[in-house]
């Protein structure tokens, strides 16, 4: 079977992966590195360069190279208007109000699928070399906070690249698997993951392959770029003190100064001092200029404590929202370049009170853990086949009677899931039903999210409650659901497809608040109409089977029980027999007395089905 690879795709690197022989390997680009920089570039003759060759010119060719893509896929322009001036290619709307990157040098405009689709590619040719074989099918990541079009844009940037993605995963989620694969127990996890340029905290509840994010807290800006920077400073400050000039306007001079300093930052990791050398830095009257200094890993900590406490507000945060205490973190997972610093280590370390758990790279753990995803996907592997990867936030339903909202898909389903349900219709002869299709916790529909509506028409005309209208969501692995509608006699069918069940944090949280405050209060109100839901199901059983199989039961008992079904249909079809419910509740019963129950179940088979009927659409 053909393999699948996983890929972790930063907002600064990305990384391949895929498992041999049941064990992780990460694949060397052809540069040599595992980690390949996301940055594409277009040079003066128009040739594209990608990775880290794009990197060494980013600073020279500003307006051509598009860095931090990550940060506008999937957006509307309107949302990225901060981020568009952090990075130094112009960013615009497009017609749709969407981002497109603009490229001066060919004079031409991408969206930002299309520059992912370049890094994609890339490390797709990697992964071909490395296993010999054409590699078509991927696992990506993402960051847990993604929207569905972030999602599906990503998805269509593997697209772009030939590549069919098989699923997109979130990045801590992409971690816990490669700890899960070495340890499998029920445990509170915190992820840490300090990357090039943002900052991602999030806790999940771990146990049994499932992994349930119950916080995720994130600075966008804060990030490995952030440390080079306090060094770049430090130099240029420097070398501004002696030669009175300031490096930081010479584009070639800041570029040079950038890269020494994030080698010697990634030194400074291993090793307690680290020297920088700049020959020919720039020239003044006097001559050439040059860098040659020392920095120690004490005033490289210095400098940079101030970018380690905003560290803690994020894990604060995370903490808080998780509704935990910070006991009840079982172990802390580091993710990201950026936490090899061992400043960073030691500072998350003191924080939790926890020795950090790190047995892989952090800047490869994310491509290991969808490669460990692919795997799966891939060829079945067995000891992962119970594992399952997210959740529904919220319960998934359709309205039916009274505004009433009946659950197909609760809430904390693992995903991908599927429910069908059969219903009918509530007047005589009505030929369309329409869906309301709606999210949350609340009893009735008005109260809950209204994710869309379908409407099927070309019933066939029929007493109501006869037609069955069978009605199933399916939510597949990337949190996409389908709504169809399907007449069985007729066997007409629609279906809706909505990608969209993402649920702001804030948003949610709300919603769970109300859906507690308001419980008893709904559960008065739904009492009637649940009483008038089932009763009118049961009279339509009932009718049902007294046509069908009545002739098995004595005129006497067919007589008293005709008689208790005009009451109770009487009583339901009073325009307050919502409010009626006892009425309601006494007819029923007696229609499913032990009075009532043998000469029914003597009549045929069992005669209590709960059907919803949905509100009618005509
Ligand atoms: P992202 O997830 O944002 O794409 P990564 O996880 O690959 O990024 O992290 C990239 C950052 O990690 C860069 O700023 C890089 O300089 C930094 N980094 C990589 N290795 C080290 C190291 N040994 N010490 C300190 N920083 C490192
Ligand atoms: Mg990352």
Request: aromatic share 6%.
């Amino acid at each position: 079977m053909a393999q699948v690879i996983g890929i972790d795709l930063g907002a600064t690197n990305a990384c391949v992966a895929v498992m041999k022989d049941r064990t992780p390997a990460v694949i060397a680009n052809a540069e040599g590195y595992s980690i390949t920089p996301c940055v594409v570039a277009y040079g003066r003759n128009g040739d594209r360069l990608v990775g880290q060759i794009a990197k060494r010119q980013a600073l020279m060719n500003p307006d051509n190279t598009f860095h931090s893509v990550k940060r506008f896929i999937g957006r509307k322009y309107d949302e990225v208007i901060d981020a568009a001036e952090q990075v130094s290619y112009q960013v615009l709307p497009d017609s749709n109000g969407g981002v497109k990157l603009n490229c001066p040098i060919l004079d031409q405009e991408f969206t930002p699928e299309e520059i992912t689709a370049q890094i994609l590619r890339k490390l797709a040719d990697t992964a071909n070399k490395y296993l010999g074989e054409e590699v078509t099918q991927v696992v990506l990541t993402v960051p847990p906070y993604f929207n569905d079009s972030q999602r599906q844009a990503t998805k269509d940037a593997g697209k772009l690249a030939g590549l069919e993605v098989l699923r997109i995963i979130n990045q801590p989620t992409a971690a816990c698997l490669v700890y899960e694969l070495e340890r499998r127990s029920n445990e509170t996890i915190l992820v840490f993951d300090l990357g090039g340029s943002t900052l991602d905290v999030t806790i999940l509840d771990v146990g049994d392959g499932v992994f349930e994010v119950l916080a995720t807290s994130s600075e966008p800006y804060l990030g490995g770029n952030d440390f080079d920077k306090k060094i770049v400073d430090w130099l240029a400050a420097e070398f501004q003190r002696i030669e009175g000039i300031d490096l930081r306007n010479d584009k070639q001079a800041l570029q040079r100064l950038t890269e020494a300093a994030e080698k010697a930052k990634i030194e400074l990791s291993s090793v307690t001092q680290a020297e920088i050398n700049l020959p020919f830095i720039t020239a003044t009257q006097d001559g050439p200029k040059h860098i040659d200094t020392t920095l120690t890993v004490t005033q490289f900590e210095k400098m940079c404590s101030e970018l380690i406490e905003r560290c803690r507000i994020q894990i604060e945060n995370a903490i808080r929202d998780a509704r935990i205490d910070k006991s009840a973190i079982d172990e802390v997972v580091l993710v990201g370049g950026s936490t090899r610093i061992p400043a960073v280590k030691e500072f998350v370390r003191s924080l939790t009170g926890k020795e950090p758990y790190q047995s892989i790279n952090p800047d490869e753990v994310g491509s290991v853990g969808a490669a460990i995803q692919a795997s799966v996907l891939g060829d079945g592997w067995t000891s992962f086949c119970c594992v399952s990867w997210d959740y529904t936030y919220l319960s998934l339903g359709i309205e039916t009677l009274d505004g009433a909202m009946t659950t197909m898909i609760p809430r904390h389903s693992i995903i991908p899931t599927k429910k069908s349900e059969i219903f009918s219709t509530a007047t005589d002869g009505q030929t369309s039903i329409e869906i309301h299709v709606l999210q949350g916790e609340r009893l009735f529909a008005k109260d809950n999210k209204s994710l869309g509506t379908l409407r099927l028409n070309g019933i066939f005309p029929a007493p109501k409650g006869v037609p069955q209208i069978e009605v199933t969501f399916e939510i597949d692995a990337n949190g996409i659901l389908t709504v169809s509608a399907k007449d069985i006699a007729t066997e007409q069918e629609r279906s809706l497809t909505i990608n969209s069940l993402f649920v702001e944090q804030k948003e949610l949280e709300q919603m769970l608040k109300d859906a507690e405050k308001y419980y008893q209060e709904d559960i008065k109100l739904s009492e009637p109409i649940e009483a008038r839901k089932m009763a009118a199901s049961l009279v339509v059983q009932t009718e049902r089977q007294l046509t069908e199989l009545g002739k098995k039961a004595s005129e006497a008992d067919k007589i008293w029980i005709e008689e208790l079904l005009k009451n109770l249909r009487e009583t339901i079809a009073k325009p307050d027999s919502a409010n009626d419910s006892l009425a309601v509740l006494a007819l029923g019963g007696k229609l499913l007395s032990n009075k009532t129950q043998p000469v029914l179940m003597q009549m045929g088979s069992p005669i209590y089905a709960l059907t919803g009927a949905p509100k009618t659409g005509n």
